[in-house]
Structure formats: C-alpha cells, structure tokens
DNA sequence: TTTGAAAGGAACTAAGG
DNA sequence: CCTTAGTTCCTTTCAAA
C-alpha cells in the first residue's frame, strides 16, 4: 500500500470504470503492472467492490431514511444483524457507540414501505426501539476525497 | 427505463467493472445495444458515478461518524450545503426532515481530526449545533437490490 | 433501437530484467 | 516489482434494417 496504490484506489474511487491502460498513464506505470496491483487491492480487501451508484428515485426509491437500533439487554448482536440482512431494503448497516447499537441507511418505494419495514424492525427479536429520520434529499453519497497527484 | 434497462442497472450496481460484452450475454443484447442503453442510462443521470468501494481503514479512515446538524433560524440553506461542500472529510450529505437539517457521513483518520472536524462545523455560519454518533464498525455500505432475473 | 462488420484498443498472460 | 511483447477479446463507430 505505497503511494502509487494509493492513487489508484481514489481514482477508482472517482471512476470505477477507468481502464487499466488509463489508470497506467495516470499514475505513470505499464498496463500491467496496474492490473497486477489492483488485483492484489481487491485480493486483499481494500477494494471490495466495484459499484454503479444510481438516482434512487429512477430505480423506484423515492425514500431514504435512516434509522437507529436500539437493542435490548438481552439480545444477542450477531442475530440482530443477521436479521437486518435479510433486509434488502437496508443498504447500509454501521455498529455505533451509544445507546443506539446500530443505524440503518434504507432505501424502499413508498411511505407505506417504510412503515412496513419500521414494523418489522420493531418485531425483530433483540431490537428494543427504532427511530427512523426521513431523507427529503440525498446531496451526495460516498463522495471520494480529491486524489492525492501521483508525482509532481 | 424498461426491464431491460432495469437489469442493467442492478448488474452495474452488484459490479461496475463488468464489460459491455458481457453485460450484452446477461441480458441478451448485443454488446453496441447495451453500450448504447449504458450511455442513455448516464446522460440521463440514472447513472451518476461509477465508485469503487474501498476498505476505509485501509485508506487512512480509522473513523467513521454520523453527524446531525441543526440549523439556525436565520441561516441561508445553501450557504450552509456549500461549507459543507468544501470539506471533503464529508462522503455522504443527506437533507432531513425533522430538528436536524442534515445528516452527514464524514470519515477521517482519527479522533482528533473527527474533533476538529466537529469544531469547525460548530462555526460554519448557518450551523446552530451537531450532534455526533461514531461508527464502531461497517457493516455493509451500499449493497444493491439483489437483480430481477432478465428474462426466465 | 437494434444488429453485424471492422478497426482500433485494451486485457491478460508469459517471459525476462 | 517492473517492462515488453503477443494473443485474444472488447469497445466503439457506422451502415443498414
């Protein structure tokens, strides 16, 4: 992890559709050699994957809304996740400090959906409490930060 | 936007690297068809970036917090979107209903850049207050709907 | 919008410094 | 860990339906 995977990772960061020939000229290396690094960044997990991000509102999500967990004292954590991820609706899923265990990024169709899914939340064993905040407009979403200049 | 444009979507959500050629033999088009659909699909901003999705710690990024920010009264909206704007810590930046205008995702190296972070959001002109959640761990981030099979 | 043909590039592998 | 070289496959454009 020297500087040269470093750029390679923000620029795919920015463009994960950028060939390893344009990645090449961009950090100063052959073709191959970039493919042969961005191999062993995904080998190694740095880079876990390759994703479009798309306008929800076009792929019929038009309500975001993010969501903490409380968990009862009695729960077992693990099975709580395991619950949420059987949850397509829930894109993302972070660990917290605080009295909320968990906060949920969910994405679903309609208010109604939403409901359901606060329901379901609610009757899943382990989850004491649910407070969902509605997302009126994503501004942006996994930004990446600007790419450090290879060389000078 | 049809079930075929759909299906695009969802494979370039799952993986975002994968050629038009075989994209084509997922949906059964050929590779110009899909390349041309690809290409609608991003002029319309269905499609708004192609990311790839890094490990944070592996960058840097030991710290992941969950940020809501009051308004004051009197701020401009804008102004205040635009200051957030210019801090790149910030990935993610969603507008709220509710006390809280915003909900950012901000990652940095370390708590003491998270500190500073915080400080310098308390006296962006606009921000009344902040309220902190730190993220213990990710979980998941951004997983895409699993794919409506194309045809049967 | 789609397909097929065709040129130009890129991916991937292998061999060598 | 890099480069050069070569084969295969993919991208991209265009004409035509």
Redesign the pocket.
């Known amino acids: 992890m020297d500087a040269?995977d470093r750029s390679l990772v923000e620029l795919l960061r920015g463009n994960a559709r950028l060939?390893?020939?344009?990645l090449a000229r961009q950090v100063g290396?052959?073709?191959?050699?970039v493919?042969?690094?961005v191999g062993k960044l995904e080998a190694s997990g740095v880079i876990r994957a390759y994703r479009a991000e798309v306008e929800p509102e076009a792929i019929g999500f038009a309500v975001t809304a993010l969501i903490g967990i409380v968990e009862d004292s009695g729960g077992d954590t693990d099975d709580v996740l395991e619950a949420f991820r059987q949850m397509p609706e829930i894109e993302s899923c972070y660990f917290m400090a605080g009295v909320e265990s968990f906060m949920l990024k969910a994405r679903v169709g309609t208010i109604a959906e939403l409901e359901r899914l606060i329901v379901r939340l609610n009757r899943t064993p382990g989850v004491a409490s649910t407070r969902t905040g509605i997302a009126l407009s994503t501004k942006w979403e996994n930004r990446p930060q600007p790419p450090v200049p290879p060389e000078a």
Chains 1, 2 share one sequence.
């Not at 060939?19 to 344009?22: D, L, N, R, V």
């Not at 290396?29 to 050699?33: D, T």
Request: hydrophobic share 40%; no cysteine.
């Open positions: 040269i060939s390893y020939a344009e290396l052959s073709a191959p050699a493919h042969e690094r």
